[in-house]
């Protein structure tokens, strides 16, 4: 069902009995991405809001003020997704990476966000996660070949912060 009637009218018209399928190796035309994000976003507007999509980073950066890693994350629908995190090896297993989660954990809960979610590959930070408090959901078997893909997710409980009363002396 579609919710935008006069795109839906246009739509109806231009569709013939067979439509030609087409595969391509390049980057898609810009008239494919937006027909494609135009229906999904007709489509999904049917059962709830679009909400704003928030990036964001947090990184690490040398003595020089050089920047050697980081996270890249967004926040949608009051959840944190965490796209990619790195460290290089000398900053691994020293607390960096756990800082770093934190720091990206405690942004999006001050923004709303009640749970987070990610995916990494069992040669990579599973063990780091589920330290985290991280915990599997599903997984992907094979992808890449030999390998498995873990998808994680984890509740954002971060406690409201309280200035109590200075004590009487």
């Known amino acids: 069902m579609c919710t935008l009637a006069g795109a839906c009218r246009e739509y109806e018209r231009s569709v013939t009995a067979t439509p030609t399928i087409t595969v391509i190796t390049e980057p898609p035309p810009g008239e494919v991405v937006r027909a494609i994000h135009a229906g999904l976003r007709a489509y999904n507007a049917q059962f709830t809001t679009p909400g704003p999509t928030t990036r964001f980073a947090v990184f690490v950066r040398d003595e020089a003020g050089v920047s050697i890693g980081g996270l890249e994350g967004s926040l949608r629908w009051n959840w944190l997704h965490v ?39 069992e040669f990579q930070a599973l063990s780091f996660y589920e330290r985290q408090g991280y915990s599997v959901f599903g997984e992907q078997e094979g992808f890449p070949p030999g ?7 984890k509740a954002l409980c971060f406690p409201t912060t309280r200035r109590l009363p200075d004590a009487a002396v």
């Open 83 to 121: 796209d990619n995190l790195w460290l290089p090896e000398v900053l691994r297993r020293r607390g960096v990476g756990a800082a770093v989660l934190r720091a990206a954990e405690a942004f999006a809960a001050d923004r709303g966000c009640t749970a987070s979610y990610l995916d990494t590959y």
């Open 147 to 153: 390998y498995r893909r873990y998808f994680l997710q």
